[in-house]
């Protein structure tokens, strides 16, 4: 769950990270009543979006005066950024800045640690700093039984070369960060820009939080961040049968079984010169239901032009998968042709299930390669290459 900056500065808070005060609003005169409330002029009114580019965009403007909330929310409100409508603005008490810094943590699957980093260049997209000054930022690896100590941390911000002035601030806010993090069952979080102020404090001037919707059950409150989750109408009708799906611009629909399998199939169509439309984990199982409204979503995208079912049969067993499908073709009108490529446990037995089933519009493949490369060409693209 990617939340909106107002809700990661809330989320924040609950820590004990300084943010600026503010409020989130959804109307003009809403806008203005919070700023006169914050009460100390100048205030920032912030676009609510969950994508970069606002400030160029416009949608990030300084005001000082009531008439000024009032102009800037009245452009900013149903503003459209990069494909997103603004809908919420957040009126925040502006922060004056003498330096400006990053700090972030997620998982480094690799290393099997939580992945921490910090660097002086901050208010910038980090993917640059990385590219163009690889140096700049200094990581740390935590071990999640160890955890990270406040020695570690003053070793961390001394090796980001951070103004001294703003040493205590930053160890007492990449602690509180890290518990964030951990405590919050959080994906990611960062903060672009961590600021210094020229008072000495070092604050929080944005919040980016992805949380592990899978923690919901130890954290009931998240449902009203789920409540706000932003999905088009595929991953709506995904998210509602309880799919794990994501949109993608292609045109050759993928379901498998398993995140890894599905991201797998993904590549693959690309390899072989597809263009995949969706990501779509189904789970473990490849049930008649499940296979339904896996169908029924990838169906009701215009842009599919074929479809990818990639299933290995592991716990769940290749004729039980086999019938699964054949009773949600039953189902479903489908209206593009399938590729099905099924391996795994009792493999054979699901596809004598399947042949008797097979015609131009639904054709099985014997290898992954070989069903992307068929998939793709009915779809009517590509040059089937790819892989040998």
């Known amino acids: 769950m990617d939340l909106y900056e107002y809700q990661g500065k809330q989320f924040f808070a609950r820590f004990g990270i300084p943010v600026s005060r503010g409020e989130a609003v959804t109307t003009v005169d809403d806008a203005v009543a919070a700023a ?6 100048p205030v920032v009114v912030k676009a609510q979006v969950q994508v970069g580019g606002r400030g160029k965009a416009g949608g990030i403007k300084l005001a000082d005066t009531a008439d000024e909330v009032r102009t800037h929310a009245s452009n900013i409100l149903g503003m459209d950024i990069k494909g997103h409508t603004v809908e919420v603005v957040w009126i925040e008490q502006a922060s004056d800045i003498a330096e400006e810094y ?6 480094d699957r690799s290393a099997k640690k939580h992945l921490g980093m910090l660097s002086a260049q901050g208010g910038v997209e980090i993917e640059a700093v990385a590219e163009e ?11 999640p039984v160890d ?5 570690a941390t003053r070793q961390w911000v001394a090796a980001a070369q951070l103004n001294p002035q703003a040493t205590g601030g930053a160890v007492d806010i990449l602690q509180k960060l890290y518990n964030a993090y951990v405590d919050g069952d959080a994906d990611l979080v960062e903060i672009n820009p961590l600021i210094l102020k020229p008072t000495g404090e070092v604050h929080a001037l944005d919040a980016k939080v992805t949380l592990d919707g899978n923690s919901m059950f130890r954290h009931p409150d998240y449902e009203t961040y789920e409540a706000t989750q932003v999905r088009d109408e595929r991953e709506q009708a995904a998210h509602e049968k309880g799919l794990q799906y994501v949109g993608l611009d292609g045109f050759v629909g993928v379901i498998a079984n398993g995140a890894g399998l599905a991201m797998s199939t993904v590549d693959i169509v690309n390899q072989v010169g597809g263009e995949p439309a969706n990501f779509l984990d189904i789970g473990g199982g490849a049930s008649a239901e499940v296979m339904a409204g896996a169908l029924e979503v990838i169906n009701n995208d215009p842009k599919v032009r074929s479809i990818f079912i990639n299933i290995f049969g592991g716990i769940t067993k290749g004729e039980e998968v086999a019938n699964g499908i054949v009773t949600a073709l039953g189902r479903v009108q489908i209206d593009v042709p399938i590729v099905i490529r099924l391996d795994g446990t009792n493999a054979d037995l699901g596809r004598e299930i399947l042949e008797p089933h097979l015609s131009d519009s639904l054709q099985m493949q014997p290898t992954m390669v070989d069903a ?4 793709v060409e009915l779809a009517g693209a590509g040059n089937q290459g790819g892989p040998r």
Do not use: M, Q, W
């Open 36 to 41: 006169e409330r914050i009460a100390d002029y």
């Open 102 to 107: 990053y700090a972030s943590f997620t998982l």
């Open 133 to 143: 000054n690889p140096d700049a930022i200094a990581k740390i690896h935590v071990d």
């Open 147 to 151: 955890g990270l100590t406040e020695e």
């Open 372 to 375: 992307a490369r068929k998939v």
